[in-house]
C-alpha cells in the first residue's frame, strides 16, 4: 500500500519522539484529502532525512496528532552527491518545473539566479520571498512523491556574480566541484572533469534563456569554475536544468 507521507519540522515532534503534531495544511491534506481518520496509519518525515511510522491520534480542522511507533526507512535514500543546482530565473512556470524536477533528482539544494539576460527580474524583497515560498512549497510537495525524508533548500535568489564569487574559490583545498554549463566557450563533461574525481560536493550553473555573456562567461572562469558544455543540440533552460541534475547524479551520485 502506497504510504500516506506527511512533513512536520523537527520542532513540531514531542521532546520523546513519541508524538507529532501537523500543521493546518498538512491536516487539511490528511482530512480532506486522504480521508483519514483517528487510528490510520501515517508517516511523517521531519525534513531533515528521518521518517516515522504511526497513526493518526487525534486531528480537527486545525491539527493532527500522529502517535509514532517507530522509526521507518524514507521510501528513498539520500544521494552522497551534495548538488547545488543555481537556475538562471525562467518565465512563468519553467523555474516550478526546475524546482520540481531538481527534488526529485535528489538535488540538495536551488539556488535561483539573477542573470543578464534573464527576462524575469525582482523588483523587491517582498517579491523575492514570495517566489522563494512558492518554490518551497512545490520542493515539499515533490519531496512527498518521490520518497524522500530531506527537504531540498531554496536558497534566496541572488546576483549571478555574488554567486560564483562566494567560496570556496580554491579549488585545490577543496573536493568541492564548481560547473558552469553553457553553450559556448566549453568542454563537455568527460574532458572537464578528469575520470578519477569523485567529489562529494558539486554546484553548477546552469541557464540563462538568453543565453549567458561575455562577461559572466569569464566571471565565472575567473572565479575557477569550469566551463561545460552538453553537446550539439541547444536545449530550453527548464530541459538544461533537469538534463545537468540527472548527468551529475549519474557520475558523482546515486542514479546509475
Given at each position: 500500500?502506497?504510504?500516506?507521507?506527511?512533513?512536520?519540522?523537527?520542532?513540531?515532534?514531542?521532546?520523546?519522539?513519541t508524538?507529532?503534531?501537523?500543521?493546518?495544511?498538512?491536516?487539511?491534506?490528511?482530512?480532506?484529502?486522504?480521508?483519514?481518520?483517528?487510528?490510520?496509519?501515517?508517516?511523517?518525515?521531519?525534513?531533515e532525512?528521518?521518517?516515522?511510522?504511526?497513526?493518526?491520534?487525534?486531528?480537527?480542522?486545525?491539527?493532527?496528532?500522529?502517535?509514532?511507533?517507530?522509526?521507518?526507512q524514507?521510501?528513498?535514500?539520500?544521494?552522497?552527491?551534495?548538488?547545488?543546482?543555481?537556475?538562471?530565473?525562467?518565465?512563468?512556470?519553467?523555474?516550478?518545473?526546475?524546482?520540481?524536477?531538481?527534488?526529485?533528482?535528489?538535488?540538495?539544494?536551488?539556488?535561483?539566479?539573477?542573470?543578464?539576460?534573464?527576462?524575469?527580474?525582482?523588483?523587491?524583497?517582498?517579491?523575492?520571498q514570495?517566489?522563494?515560498?512558492?518554490?518551497?512549497?512545490?520542493?515539499?510537495?515533490?519531496?512527498?512523491?518521490c520518497?524522500?525524508?530531506?527537504?531540498?533548500?531554496?536558497?534566496?535568489?541572488?546576483?549571478?556574480?555574488?554567486?560564483?564569487?562566494?567560496?570556496?574559490?580554491?579549488?585545490?583545498?577543496?573536493?568541492?566541484?564548481?560547473?558552469?554549463?553553457?553553450?559556448?566557450?566549453?568542454?563537455?563533461?568527460?574532458d572537464?572533469?578528469?575520470?578519477?574525481?569523485?567529489?562529494?560536493?558539486?554546484?553548477?550553473?546552469?541557464?540563462?534563456?538568453?543565453?549567458?555573456?561575455?562577461?559572466?562567461?569569464?566571471?565565472?572562469?575567473?572565479?575557477?569554475?569550469?566551463?561545460?558544455?552538453?553537446?550539439?543540440?541547444?536545449?530550453?533552460?527548464?530541459?538544461?536544468?533537469?538534463?545537468?541534475?540527472?548527468?551529475?547524479?549519474?557520475?558523482?551520485?546515486?542514479?546509475?
Open positions: 500500500m502506497t504510504r500516506r507521507r506527511f512533513y512536520a519540522p523537527p520542532i513540531a515532534f514531542s521532546d520523546d519522539r508524538s507529532v503534531r501537523l500543521s493546518a495544511e498538512e491536516t487539511r491534506h490528511l482530512r480532506d484529502v486522504l480521508r483519514l481518520r483517528v487510528g490510520d496509519e501515517a508517516y511523517v518525515f521531519d525534513g532525512g528521518k521518517e516515522f511510522r504511526g497513526s493518526v491520534s487525534d486531528t480537527d480542522r486545525s491539527s493532527s496528532v500522529i502517535r509514532i511507533v517507530e522509526e521507518s524514507p521510501p528513498s535514500p539520500e544521494s552522497p552527491l551534495n548538488l547545488t543546482l543555481a537556475v538562471a530565473l525562467l518565465k512563468g512556470e519553467k523555474f516550478d518545473v526546475a524546482v520540481q524536477k531538481a527534488t526529485e533528482l535528489g538535488a540538495g539544494c536551488v539556488v535561483p539566479l539573477v542573470t543578464s539576460r534573464a527576462d524575469v527580474r525582482i523588483h523587491n524583497p517582498e517579491d523575492a514570495k517566489k522563494q515560498t512558492r518554490w518551497q512549497r512545490i520542493a515539499l510537495e515533490a519531496t512527498k512523491q520518497g524522500r525524508a530531506k527537504l531540498m533548500k531554496i536558497d534566496a535568489p541572488v546576483a549571478f556574480a555574488e554567486f560564483v564569487a562566494r567560496p570556496p574559490v580554491n579549488l585545490a583545498v577543496s573536493d568541492e566541484l564548481c560547473l558552469m554549463f553553457s553553450e559556448r566557450d566549453g568542454s563537455p563533461l568527460a572537464a572533469v578528469d575520470s578519477s574525481e569523485q567529489p562529494s560536493s558539486v554546484k553548477a550553473i546552469v541557464g540563462s534563456e538568453g543565453g549567458w555573456t561575455d562577461e559572466e562567461i569569464q566571471q565565472a572562469s575567473t572565479a575557477q569554475w569550469k566551463i561545460v558544455t552538453l553537446g550539439g543540440r541547444t536545449l530550453r533552460a527548464e530541459t538544461a536544468a533537469i538534463a545537468v541534475a540527472a548527468l551529475l547524479q549519474h557520475r558523482f551520485g546515486d542514479l546509475k
